[in-house]
Every structure is written in structure tokens, then in C-alpha cells.
Nanobody, 126 residues
Framework: QVQLVESGGGLVQAGGSLRLSCAASGRTFSSYTMGWFRQASGKEHEFVAAIRWSRGSTAYADSVKGRFTISRDNAKNTVYLQMNSLKPEDTAVYYC???????????????????WGQGTQVTVSS
């Protein structure tokens, strides 16, 4: 089983940047895709970005395209989410998740991700 631990959240002013990290341990070779989701207060989990471990192909939500960049370091079993030009509406708890199934395309469906981290809070002040 894969274990995921997120870090890097915090409080930042609008227009600022943060980099989130997700360290994976355990049976990391069993996960094909790593994703970031977020959950704002009172709302459902929202897909943010995802990346395949092997080829590095990526997918982004329209709301973050051009501002967020997902990357991975296979040697460190770590996935990153670089967040630039942050907006107050980016405020949420950000979760890292692992999809253990090999799919034709990267999934943006939270129900298809098998393992989740504990989350890290990102707050963007206006």
C-alpha cells in the first residue's frame, strides 16, 4: 500500500506562490498516476492536476491552467504542485492522491483514486 504525506501549505497573499510536495512511500510502483485535488469549505473535492509516474504526462483543471504546474521526482518518489498567481478562490485543503489503475487517459474523477494523503491547508488572502 502507498502512503502519501503532503507538505508546503500556508498563508499567502493574492498573486503570491506556494509549492506543495507529496512524498510517497510503500508500494509506490503500484501507482500509475498521482493527482492533486482540493476541497474548499463546504464544497466537494475538485480535481486540480495529475501526472503519470512513468511518462510524466499531465492534466490540469481549466481553473488552474497557466498558473499551476505539476511535476515529479521519481528518484525521491515525490510529486510537486507549483502554484503561482494565487487567487483567494484557490483557498482550500489540498490533497495528494494515487491512482493504482492503468487507464487510457489520466482520470480527473476523485472516486478513481485509491490512496489519499491527509491534506495541507492553502489560504490566499485578498
Amino acid at each position: 500500500q502507498v502512503q502519501l504525506v503532503e507538505s508546503g501549505g500556508g498563508l499567502v497573499q493574492a498573486g503570491g506562490s506556494l509549492r506543495l510536495s507529496c512524498a510517497a512511500s510503500g508500494r509506490t510502483f503500484s501507482s500509475y498516476t498521482m493527482g492533486w485535488f482540493r476541497q474548499a469549505s463546504g464544497k466537494e473535492h475538485e480535481f486540480v492536476a495529475a501526472i503519470r509516474w512513468s511518462r510524466g504526462s499531465t492534466a490540469y483543471a481549466d481553473s488552474v491552467k497557466g498558473r499551476f504546474t505539476i511535476s515529479r521526482d521519481n528518484a525521491k518518489n515525490t510529486v510537486y504542485l507549483q502554484m503561482n498567481s494565487l487567487k483567494p478562490e484557490d483557498t482550500a485543503v489540498y490533497y495528494c492522491a494515487a491512482d493504482n489503475d492503468l487507464r487510457w487517459t489520466i482520470s480527473t474523477n476523485k472516486y478513481e483514486y485509491d490512496v489519499w494523503g491527509q491534506g495541507t491547508q492553502v489560504t490566499v488572502s485578498s
